[in-house]
């Protein structure tokens, strides 16, 4: 059970839907001392879960399962905080875009108002137009039974250089196999998207990548899928290890070439390689941009730098936020985080690029190790990474980097060092290691959002955030931001912010006189009061009398 035990997952897991599978996660035995050792909720409440695994187990001992379940690390996916998410700044709050989605993994807007959105095991693509969840989906696609981290996983949209030219979709999933437990591929797609945004079509296949575990013991998870066009207007994906795959890219010394897992991989929008590739011209070595990857569930390009970012998610412990350069290697399965890698955390080999840990494979002359930015010794399991490029929320986050979790339900905000080449941390996360996580408490920035599967910065500006329990979310100022304007975003309402307070409802919406559009989340109140038009006492107060330290809200 060595080996899976060093395979298994504590938090990648968090796209798996079946209650059965939930159980199976949230503890096993081998990890039960380490998640005492996290001070993480202990005692009573691991008997209670205990209790609870038994009872969903036994009904779904199938062989396929039982044989994995002492594989399972210590892991309890976060739920929704009962009153809503909030945010650490007063003046912010919490709006509901959309609800009861099932499984979101990830959206991409069209429009403003007009976004797409995965849901993992019914393999649908929606679309949520003005926060109303279409019917029909725009896409159905056949994906692998969801064991798991199967399913429709990531999508991406084109920017299109001209407002006439047809935009393309690109989508990842794990394509059905013709049977239960077997998957064709993990598949990405391009579709192109008709000129209403009420179609895709002309499915072409740019890349077809292993989704079956080569161990019949391991499960079939690590399967990444998040994507992401480039500032170079390639496509950008990510995929783990698919259950241990015993590779180079893994940094198995002797073993099999590069298959397409454990890496970040790059192609064109037509599925060719971009120039010569940085580990060579043929396929699948042309796609690597990055290897050495557990798995992953977040990856964004600093939209100042043009450098890209992942998230990646250790065993039972090391969690990763890394700086992406062109080749970068890092480190699994011999170092995760920064010690090495084993069904517990080991000695320090990983902190010292200049000197990286030994028996890493490296690819060529490029293929070069890199520590992490950030690493958290308690497993939090991150999840997406967004850079906020834009200023509505506030100049002094602006091209900020937000992350989401499974663990806590919290979403993260990170300045930038002034280099823009590592995170700007402080006090005990100065050292880049959250031993505890009470450390990485300094850089949780909302709470109580369940596990985010994906985060987009919308037309408007505003942060939306994805999450595992069915919810859309957005972050919104509670008054209008005063900027300039030079947030390379469609702005709404800059200036003219009521002086004195005022109380908003159906009658009476404190727009600006100067035709100004009303903010979103003013919008979502116009909305909100209109259908609920027997309550027009329910407003928000908005306007310098917000005061100190009151927590933002969720509006509903
Ligand atoms: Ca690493
Ligand atoms: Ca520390």
């Known amino acids: 059970m060595t080996v899976l035990a060093i395979t298994s997952s504590s938090s990648e897991e968090s796209y798996n839907h079946e209650s059965k599978c939930n159980a199976r996660q949230m503890i096993d035995c081998h990890d039960y001392r380490s998640f005492r050792r996290w ?28 044989n994995n379940f002492a594989a399972y690390a210590a892991y309890i996916r976060a739920t929704p905080a009962t009153g809503g998410p909030t945010v650490n700044d007063p003046n912010l709050a919490v709006d509901v875009v959309a609800k009861g989605l099932q499984i979101p993994t990830s959206m991409v807007f069209l429009g403003q108002d007009d976004i797409l959105v995965l849901e993992k095991n019914k393999g649908d693509v929606l679309r949520v137009l003005n926060g109303e969840i279409q019917k029909s989906p725009l896409l159905h696609v056949n994906v692998a039974t969801p064991f798991l981290e199967w399913g429709l996983l990531g999508i991406a949209v084109s920017k299109g250089s001209n407002a006439n030219e047809p935009r393309n979709v690109f989508i990842y ?112 070595d042309s796609a690597y941009y990055a290897y050495g990857i557990r798995n992953s569930f977040g990856i964004d390009f600093d939209p100042l730098t043009g450098k890209l970012w992942d998230t990646e998610n250790g065993p039972t412990f090391g969690d990763e936020i890394n700086l992406v350069n062109p080749g970068f290697n890092s480190g699994w399965s011999q170092v995760m985080g920064i010690w ?57 986050y602006q091209n900020d980097m937000f992350v989401g979790d499974v663990n806590t339900g919290s979403l993260y905000h990170f300045k930038l060092s002034q280099e823009r080449d590592g995170l700007a941390l402080t006090s005990a996360l100065a050292d880049k290691v959250a031993n ?60 003219n912010t009521p002086s004195t307070s005022s109380t908003i409802n159906n009658n009476n919406i404190p727009f600006s006189s100067n035709n100004q559009q009303p903010t979103p989340n003013q919008q979502h109140q116009q909305k909100t009061s209109s259908n609920e038009s027997s309550n027009n006492n329910v407003g928000v107060v908005i306007g310098g009398i917000i005061p100190e330290h009151t927590p933002s809200r969720i509006i509903k």
């Open 340 to 396: 090495k890698a084993g069904p517990h955390p080991g000695p320090v080999i990983g902190d010292d690029n200049n000197n990286p840990p030994k028996n890493l494979v490296s690819l060529g002359r490029t293929g070069v190790y890199r520590a992490p930015e950030l690493t958290w010794l308690p497993t939090i399991g991150p999840t997406a990474l967004k850079f906020l490029d834009s200023a509505q929320l506030g100049a002094q």
């Open 39 to 66: 001070h993480i909720p202990s005692g009573s409440f691991v008997l209670v879960i205990l209790i609870l695994s038994g009872i969903v187990l036994i009904p779904y001992s199938s062989t396929l399962y039982s």
């Open 436 to 495: 505890t996580l009470q450390e990485s408490q300094q850089v949780v920035f909302g709470r109580g959002f369940g596990t985010i599967t994906d985060l987009q910065v919308g037309p408007d500006g505003y942060l939306y955030v994805l999450t595992f329990g069915g919810t859309l979310y957005r972050i919104v100022p509670l008054h209008p931001i005063s900027n300039n304007g030079n947030n390379g975003k469609e702005l709404e309402s800059t200036s």
């Open 173 to 284: 999933y794990t394509e059905f196999g013709g049977k239960i437990g077997v998957a064709a591929g993990n598949r990405l797609y391009r579709y192109e998207l008709s000129a209403d945004n009420s179609q895709l079509t002309n499915p072409k296949l740019l890349l077809d990548l292993p989704a079956n575990t080569p161990n019949p013991l391991a499960e079939n998870n690590h399967n990444g899928g998040k994507v992401l066009i480039g500032p170079d207007n390639n496509v950008y994906t990510v995929i783990g290890d698919v259950g241990s795959h015993q590779g180079q890219a893994r940094n198995v010394e002797r073993g099999k070439a590069l298959d397409g897992t454990s890496g970040i991989l790059r192609v064109t929008q037509d599925g060719e390689p971009v120039g010569d590739g940085i580990f060579g011209r043929s396929a699948p």
